[in-house]
């Protein structure tokens, strides 16, 4: 198949660029993407969370009430999960694992299905080259008002350091080379910019 690649400096159509159907013709398999994503972010997750449980809460060292005759379910400390203050039954722990595991076929499969419905969608832009010349947030501005982009990922073949400085005060403009894409940042954005170089990379990447 073949996209429309638009002009980094006029900002509309110039030439036209050849594509695998394989690669940007895919179904969107909804649940393959979903699944992705959410391990995508429980691997993100840090186990920073600390609770106590009844042995680590301080107190609780007397017997609150006689064992018998007070008429009261009989207690042993003021520390159990069941009275307020007390210890966690299952506390989280600093050292908890949120991994899941994917393999790598499903993620390429994923990552298929959502460049394929960004085309679909008229959210996936080719272009012939973007960069600047200096480390200048004005001008990537004005380079992104010819797309008509606000909130956009920029992915380049290559990491691009001005780019990445120019994009860096704009609250919802990304930079990216191809090896660090990943599912979460290609839907999380209206519009997604692409180099021919960085397209030619995802399909040796993920065929």
Known sequence: MKLSVMSETAGKSASE????DAMFG????????????????????????AQKNRSAVAGGGAKPWRQKGTGQARSGTSRSPLWRGGGKVFPASPDE???QKVNKKMRRAAMRAILSELLRQDRLVAVDGFGVDAPKTKTLVEKLSRFGAADVLIVTDSADVNLQLSARNLHRVEVRPVQGVDPICLIGHEK???????LKRFEELLA
Do not use: C, W
């Open 17 to 20: 660029v050849e594509v695998s």
């Open 192 to 198: 997604v910019i692409v180099t021919v170089s960085a």
């Open 26 to 49: 895919a179904r969107f398999n909804e649940a393959l993407v979903h699944q992705v994503v959410v391990a995508a972010q429980a691997n993100a997750r840090a186990g920073t969370r």
């Open 97 to 99: 694992n949120f991994t």
